[in-house]
């Protein structure tokens, strides 16, 4: 054992080591050199990984990152203007670099500075307010409203979300109800008159002709089938004969006062 008197050592844990000794025990490997990392040296770390100060360099443009902040890319450093330049993201509006750590916004695929995202028509940061994008330009809500937005034909306020158009009239779905019973008519069927739009159920009970056997409203709409005959109307499955309860649908038949009869059940009557 080599005697450490006037020699330079090292305490580890109550024992002492030369400079030799210690750093073949206990020094780590530069991770650019993979020479020791002397005690004598100064040894930066950062995530079990090691460097000598003159070794701690920016990949891309070799400056010193001792003391100062950088960036990491596939386990490789890089100063933060290298990483920004080569990875970051560029802003829409002005093109430059999006620096790391600093507020952005995104939409779509594209990432602004938080200043630079703007509404085209007022200029002013919309941040996290709502906004709607018109051909690639974005716009805050009451500006959109003022500049692109439908009025709706009744309560006359802008359409903003989902409308419907009728006639080249526009609505809010809310707002295109029955003029009858006022449920909304959007996705389902209706009819109009007189420009007035009705659902099925009220447009029958006002306007469609009753049947002549069962009374309930003839809509014809869709293609509905009825007879017709003498200013009365039936439902196709309602035309049948009043004695034997045979369709009369395609068929010759008769009448008697109100009922309709089939040629064998005439003489009945």
């Known amino acids: 054992m080599e005697s450490l008197f006037g020699l330079k050592y090292i305490l580890k844990e109550t024992n002492p080591y030369c400079v030799k000794c210690y750093d073949d025990l206990f020094s780590n490997n530069c991770e650019v050199c993979q020479k020791v990392i002397g005690c004598t040296s100064k040894d930066l770390s950062y995530k079990g990984r090691h460097w000598h100060s003159e070794c701690f360099l920016c990949i891309k443009c070799s400056q010193s990152l001792v003391d100062r902040p950088f960036a990491t890319k596939d386990e490789l450093l890089m100063c933060v203007e290298c990483y920004s330049s080569e990875y970051s993201s560029k802003c829409h509006s002005c093109l430059k670099t999006i620096m790391p750590g600093s507020k952005k916004m995104e939409h779509k695929g594209n990432s602004w500075h938080k200043n630079c995202f703007t509404c085209n028509r007022c200029q ?29 034909v009744t309560c006359k306020k802008p359409i903003t979300t989902v ?42 009970n006002l306007f469609a002709k009753k049947c002549a056997s069962c009374t309930t409203p003839i809509s014809g709409i869709g293609g509905t089938k009825y007879i017709s005959f003498e200013q009365r109307q039936w439902h196709t499955d309602c035309f049948n004969c009043k004695g034997c309860s045979a369709s009369l649908v395609g068929r010759g038949f008769l009448t008697c006062k109100d009922d309709i009869l089939c040629p064998e059940c005439v003489t009945d009557f």
């Open 163 to 204: 409308g419907v158009n009728y006639h080249d009239q526009p609505w809010h779905k809310e707002c295109f109800v029955c003029i009858g019973c006022k449920q909304q008519l959007a996705g389902q069927r209706f009819t109009s008159r007189d420009d007035f739009a009705y659902c099925l159920d009220c447009f029958c």
């Open 124 to 152: 002013q940061p919309i941040g996290t307010r709502s906004f709607i994008q018109k051909d690639a330009n974005n716009y805050c809500m009451p500006c959109y409203e003022k500049q692109f937005a439908l009025q709706c």
